[in-house]
DNA sequence: TTGTACGCGTTATCAA
DNA sequence: TTGATAACGCGTACAA
């Protein structure tokens, strides 16, 4: 008894104490806590017993981890500050669809920055995941992807491509994107520029010219849309998907009245908020002077009474069908990649082009 | 070389198969990986190349864990669905507070809700965490609480009371309702009713009695601040933060012409904004028939060009405070309690009692 | 700078 | 229904 308190005062009591303690081997002592067999009450009752007596309070989930090989854990792997997840809406409305689809199987979500396995955290080449659904695949992801690949953990990327074998919960970004395009230049639009969303993982504000390196696929998959309809247009780069952001960029645009386009194709609703808002500033009209349309479909604040022109995405769906195929390679079925297509709402923030 | 590719073909390369194939000890290929201690260039390559041979892509994060007794993950626990997370607006700003705070540590954030031990997966007792912050504290948690605890796992509790020794980050909940409550009765507001939060797990929605039990703390002390000045005033609950959520309660509010209240007290903006339009849909006007205040601060879309009379919450500061919390006691410093104090904004939703 | 030896706390398997 | 055994894969004193 005096070496079982020091011991005790010392480290914390394990399963093979309190199987000592109630007189049961180890396995017996675990399997009343795992539940696993059938153990005869008074065993039972004698473990728990002994549990208590110790201030045992069941396995440590990082022994019975690495035991199993599951840790109950889905993780979720974003491009940029974990903010995003939390304050893009639509981003917001993915995670609420991922929740949703994962929640039957009992994971929690972890969400993880990607930022490259140089940093001190859990990347998602140090995590104790089950399966990583990636927001998005860059460069910088690919890297850690093929790591955690080759250890047989299901993955799977909305908005990006990762690669043969990873299935891919996609959108018809370009296709849809084309589509607005097109009804700007319906509308006689010829002079236009398109307000992109972050180009990389650097996310510089600006011009961007021709040649770029665009490795976010949104990104790129849009301005792509756009430019099949508008091959010149300019294109001004905005450092994240944010009212702020739009009007930066659209001051920029609209910065010499002598070069000023007809129409702005901004890649997020957000993004076309700022544009507008610019407009007004620079004293044009929205849109008889200057037609804006934005992408998402999402509710943004304070640009009531209007009603944006847009691609309404179905940002929940996305990420329930994320959920799904993660919960389908965890029981080890196949997951077949998926295409969800967005619907061009037209508002009245666009209009024929001025004269 | 047989048998290591029967070896590779059944199980995975593990670290001592590197050491092997390199021609070193286990320690040595260890010590590569980690970086911990200085290591011959010459031999860093051959533990290298053997790495890559053998298709071996790290350390096992479950095996390391187990290990080092760290994970880098930081728990995060709500008592509803995560989708809430997400879509109320308030947690959304905490958790964006949260993540800048924990971010520095390295660590990632688990989205764990707790629906007791018995559901399957990882709860708080069963994940892997090097810390926990939760999100309000009833009963549920409180026992999940005691396990995690026990373990020497430190807990920060946001909006709620976990006991003694768990840091608390708090708002002045009760005293700023009460100052909402008497701005209603300055203006000669008498009969008045309370839409509240979920006042349990079970969410039911509908009239409270005085007797009720209500385990979710933010619900009780903003109806206790609601009630020093209101003793008599009618309760009901609504079954989450949700616009929806208040025009509910609001047409039952107002069901009975004869027993309309002059004022009611949502307990959120979203469902202050519900509560307005039930009346406007009953054809009231507001302030005019109906004073109507709300809680949080947000922005709410569809209300302008209303200005909510409300209080506005540090929602973000709050949840980067109880970041730096953990922070501190992951790193083995002390955490004290916290309280944030909201702020009175008088809006045009509320006015003079009719006569 | 490298190697030896051991323990981290569990659970699966199989035999009794 | 219970117990013995053997991993699970790694990190780290400590000695060489």
Redesign the interface.
Known sequence: MGYDQAVMSTR?ATISDVAREAGVSPSTASVVFSGKTPVSEATRRRVLEAASAL?Y??????????RT?R???V?VVFEE???T???DPVK??M??GL??AV?P?????????DQG?V????SL?????DAAVLIGCSGFLRESL??VR???IPVVVIEGDAGEGVPRIGLDNREAQRQAASHLRGLGHTDVAVVTLPIDAARPRGPVGPGADITVDVTRERLAGALDVFPDARVHSAAGSFIDEGLAAGRALFADPQARPTAVIAQSDLLAAGVIRAAEEAGMRVPEDVSVTGFDGI?V??L?PRVLTTLEQPATDKGRAAGHAVAAMIEGRDAASLSFTCVFREGDTTGPAPR
Chains 1, 2 share one sequence.
């Open positions: 914390r201030g309070t069941g396995p440590d989930p990082r022994a019975a981890s690495l090989g840790s109950g854990i993780g500050h974990l903010g997840a939390f304050l917001t409305l995670m609420d929740a949703d929640a199987l009992g994971a929690g979500l972890l969400l993880l920055r396995p940093f001190g955290g859990p080449t140090t995590a104790p995941i093929d790591i080759s250890r047989g509710v604040d304070g009531a």
